[in-house]
């Protein structure tokens, strides 16, 4: 499931060969040219938050931030988001964002999985996961555009700023 938003997206696309000779990824790793020993900061996330957080790291210039997607949540991908990890040595902060409040999405489900993963990185440093995204809340929507649009806005520059 996805939603219609990134049907329409003109970034969400595959290539003809991908559909047809393609697989499906688990995690994907940044598609930005970043030189990984520049990265310090590395945000993971799942679904349409992903080209919020690639639009402001542009518009931002933003070389130091990775951008990974979880592409699968269960059973979780210890190993292929380990992998990826690895690739950038000097990793200080990881960061989950995602557009659900704090008490709902990915997170209230899976950051077990995602502490795991980052204490297992090589050097052993075991870097606090942080969490970027709305409040907790009983409902799944804020119920007023502009207050969703803020929030919005809030988390994205959460997740590069916390």
Known sequence: MSPKS?????????????????KFHMVLPDQANLDADNVTR????????????????????RDDTAIIRLEQLYPFPKEELLEVLQAYANVEDIVWC??????????YS???????????????????LKFAGRPA??????????????????????????
């Open 137 to 162: 809340s009983a409902a799944p929507a804020a119920g007023y555009m502009s207050v969703h649009t803020e929030q919005q806005r809030q988390l994205v520059e959460d997740a590069f700023n916390l």
């Open 6 to 22: 990134l049907l329409r997206h003109k970034e969400a696309v595959s290539s003809l060969e991908d559909l047809a000779h393609g």
């Open 110 to 128: 899976s950051q077990h999985h995602m502490r795991t993963v980052a204490d297992m990185l090589k050097d052993g440093l075991g870097r606090e």
């Open 98 to 107: 995602q557009e659900e409040p704090l008490n709902q999405g990915a997170w």
């Open 42 to 61: 590395v945000i993971m996330c799942a679904g349409k938050v992903y080209y919020d957080l690639v639009n402001w790291r542009a518009e931002n210039e």
